[in-house]
């Protein structure tokens, strides 16, 4: 249903939260342990629906599921993180075993701006010689 946007990003999964990095802006997002999950759900092709009726499952109809998770797809494609493809795989694993089981938790991700101009910075045409990276040449 929904894959990696690779050729504006680039994700990593580290023990169990996932570091976003979008290589055209410079732009990188750090997400969470829930958020981790879904992310990986949806790529893994299980649908928002999937997801949300895991979530009612666990905290009940109504921990705002859908709502929740329809609201974290769409900034996902916003932030063009994900795009539509993949195929969708019936009954994809969705793991939530590792969440609280008091309340479900809120769907996000931590946007940072702050090296984008060194993430961006060509390595080879503008890096000043004897200084070297991240020294920008000066002009």
């Not at 990986?40 to 709502?67: H, M, N, P, Q, W």
């Not at 479900?104 to 946007?111: D, H």
Request: aromatic share 10%.
């Amino acid at each position: 249903m929904y894959q990696f946007n690779s050729s504006k990003v680039y994700a990593d999964l580290a023990e169990g939260q996932y570091i976003v990095l979008n290589f055209v802006t410079g732009a990188y997002y750090s997400f969470d342990q829930a958020s981790s999950a879904v992310l990986k759900a949806l790529t893994e092709g299980a649908s928002a629906g999937d997801i949300a009726g895991r979530f009612v499952s666990r905290y009940g109809a109504d921990c705002g599921a859908t709502e929740k998770v329809e609201a974290f797809l769409n900034k996902l494609l916003e932030l063009e993180i994900l795009i539509a493809g993949g195929d969708s795989v019936p009954e994809a694993a969705v793991q939530l075993d590792s969440l609280p089981d008091d309340t479900m938790p809120e769907l996000g991700c931590e946007g940072f701006n702050d090296v984008a101009d060194l993430l961006l910075m060509d390595p080879i045409h503008e890096v000043d010689e004897d200084a070297g990276w991240p020294n920008k040449r000066s002009e």
